[in-house]
């Protein structure tokens, strides 16, 4: 029997006494009603003698009956409703070890969204979900708790012209019965659970994966995407084996509130990635190093998040470095690093340690970018002491030992202690461990690291600063070979109080505003909304309100939305367009958006 589950602040479930091991889904689609319809069938461990109880979380489910693998209704309770915890559904299964749930999603069910057809490329409705991190419950009687891991099984009913995809084994081309079966025999955290259902078609880009997209997206992602293949290799000589079989990624529609999600055996991903030159391809080699640290071995509660994502940035470097180079990483890490800088600025002070404390939020509402480039940074230093070929020989067997199991803060440390630092003679004083884990900010002792590329940016930037205008010219010339990060840092080097006719010229020289590149437009636009440059330049201010419309990809929406709501001016405006966009965000992007603007 494994060890005991961590206590979940976000689960009503108690999986040291009956856990669930598996789950069988039996679905029908409705677009009409907006609802998914049919049952969930749940395998039972009887963890502790004499629990009779079997307990799951729910939000705003109806649930029709629940009955033993026999057809004998069980007794059953819904408890009252949390806005962010949901209901607990308490079955009395008595010592059953198979349970039956008939139950229905509500139209508001927070994983889904409905998109209509002229919402899509295709012009046929879209169907998709994002359990991440406590949404599985809204269309899923599950426990959900990280901690908890299950395989499952599905039968997916949809429209016959609509293919069905999930995070598990899938099928490549229309099944005519609009019927679907899917097996993911490798055990999950119900957030890692997923569906889709669209117009989708699929092309291969290498012997173990391929691309989902839409008929007028999917020839051009399977281009983007075209060195997944080497980013597997990588992945593999550096931390061992993928363990999930197939690693395909299906490209969503533009409301997609992330830029990925690691679904196992199907990356969810954004199609803001879809540069046209495979400058933001970076996104998934982070998807994929989440096939170990996430997926592999998941965080136990949404408190420990750092062990998922900071592992995972530290990862997604090291492919990028083994594909791309070391000059290319440097960019990455100089540019993480602006980005920790801004969320330290911006969060709580207890909000920037890596281990969080949740417990009575959402954890939707923690920090954006503490756990990823804090995390992540902490592995750095870690390496920089004990050394790189010691360090990765310490992360393969870590993922090794724990391979489909959950991990805690206080484990992870004590493993660190006893089979590595210990033996590398580098001490938690060396470390500064505690400042770093539990303490504000990021410690003194953090790694730095530089870039040429970077240098000649920052030359740039002072040049148009001091020259204005007149040094337009000087930058075009400059500037001919300089790759998208190199424009973020150029960007984001610009004081906020520079001569908007030099903003004007450079927009005009280089099309910012209506950048192609979602990192590029959402430095400027962030840097049009916080000078007032907008204010001043309508066809701005046209891009500024497209770009909001156009995307839900929370992250870049909000740091856009949170610039303009710092004026009053800026916060009426944010205002308009929000209530034109609201209804094609996703509920995780109405949540963010809702609470910078004042709500809907």
Not at 83 to 110: I, K, M, Q, W
Not at 298 to 313: A, C, H, P, Q, Y
Not at 567 to 576: I, K, N, Y
Request: glycine share 6%.
């Amino acid at each position: 029997m494994p060890r005991s589950f961590t206590p979940d602040p976000h689960s009503f479930a108690r999986p040291n006494e009956v856990v669930v091991t598996h789950v069988a889904l039996d679905l029908t689609v409705d677009f009409v009603s907006r609802s998914l319809t049919g049952s969930a069938t749940f395998d039972l461990e009887h963890r502790t003698p004499g629990a009779t109880e079997l307990v799951l979380d729910t939000w705003q489910l109806a649930v029709d009956r629940v009955t033993g693998a026999d057809g004998v209704a069980l007794p059953y309770a819904l408890g009252d409703h949390d806005p962010v915890l949901g209901s607990a559904l308490t079955v009395e299964v008595g010592t059953a070890d198979r349970v039956v749930v008939h139950y229905a999603t509500s139209p508001e069910a927070r994983a889904v969204q409905w998109l209509e057809p002229e919402q899509t490329a295709s012009g046929k409705p879209f169907l998709f979900t994002q359990s991440q991190p406590i949404l599985a419950r809204t269309w899923i009687p599950c426990q959900d708790s990280p901690a908890v891991r299950v395989t499952y099984d599905a039968t997916i009913r949809v429209p016959a012209d609509l293919l069905a995809l999930m995070s598990a084994e899938n099928p490549v081309e229309l099944d005519s019965s609009g019927t679907y079966r899917f097996s993911m025999p490798q055990p999950v955290p119900s957030y890692l659970i997923a569906l889709a259902v669209g117009d989708l078609e699929f092309r291969e880009i290498g012997e173990r994966s391929g691309v989902y997209a839409e008929p007028s997206v999917v020839e051009g992602a399977a281009w983007e995407f075209a060195d997944t293949e080497q980013m597997i290799g990588a992945a593999e000589r550096l931390y061992g084996p993928y363990r999930w079989g197939r690693y395909d990624i299906l490209v969503l529609p533009p409301s997609f509130p992330y830029g990925g999600m690691e679904n196992p055996r199907l990356t969810f991903a954004t199609p803001t990635i879809l540069a046209g030159d495979r400058s933001l391809v970076t996104l998934i080699a982070h998807e994929l190093a989440h096939s170990w640290s996430g997926n592999l071995v998941t965080n136990s509660t949404w408190n420990d998040i750092w062990l998922n994502e900071g592992f995972t940035v530290y990862f997604e470097t090291r492919i990028d470095e083994e594909l791309y180079g070391a000059a290319y990483t440097s960019m990455l890490l100089r540019l993480g690093r602006q980005d920790l800088a801004r969320a330290v600025a911006d969060e709580a002070p207890r909000d920037t340690w890596l281990e969080l404390d949740m417990a009575g939020r959402d954890p939707d509402d923690g920090p954006t970018k503490i756990p990823y480039e804090k995390g992540s940074l902490f592995l750095r230093l870690i390496e920089s002491k004990v050394g790189r070929e010691r360090f990765d020989q310490f992360l393969r067997d870590y993922f090794d030992r724990f391979a489909f199991e959950s991990m805690d803060t206080a484990t992870f440390l004590a493993h660190l202690s006893t089979e590595l630092l210990e033996s590398a003679g580098v001490s938690a004083e060396d470390l500064q461990l505690e400042a770093w884990v539990h303490g504000p900010g990021v410690p003194d002792n953090a790694p730095e690291f530089t870039s040429d590329a970077f240098d000649r940016v920052d030359e740039q930037a002072a040049l148009l600063v001091t020259g204005g205008a007149s040094a337009l010219a000087e930058l075009v010339e400059a500037s001919g070979e300089w790759v998208s990060q190199q424009w973020v840092h150029f960007v984001r080097a610009l004081p906020v109080d520079i001569d908007h006719a030099v903003l004007a010229a450079v927009d005009s020289q280089f099309g910012f505003s209506t950048s192609g590149n979602i990192e590029i437009a959402t430095a400027w636009l962030e840097l049009a909304a916080e000078s007032g440059y907008v204010f001043e330049q309508p066809a701005v201010d046209e891009a500024l309100a497209a770009f909001l419309t156009r995307h839900g990809r929370a992250l870049y929406i909000r740091r856009v939305y949170e610039k303009l709501a710092a004026s009053d001016r800026g916060l009426a405006r944010a205002r308009e367009i929000y209530a034109i966009a609201r209804p094609t965000y996703h509920s995780v992007s109405q949540s963010v958006v809702d609470r910078i603007v004042g709500g809907p």
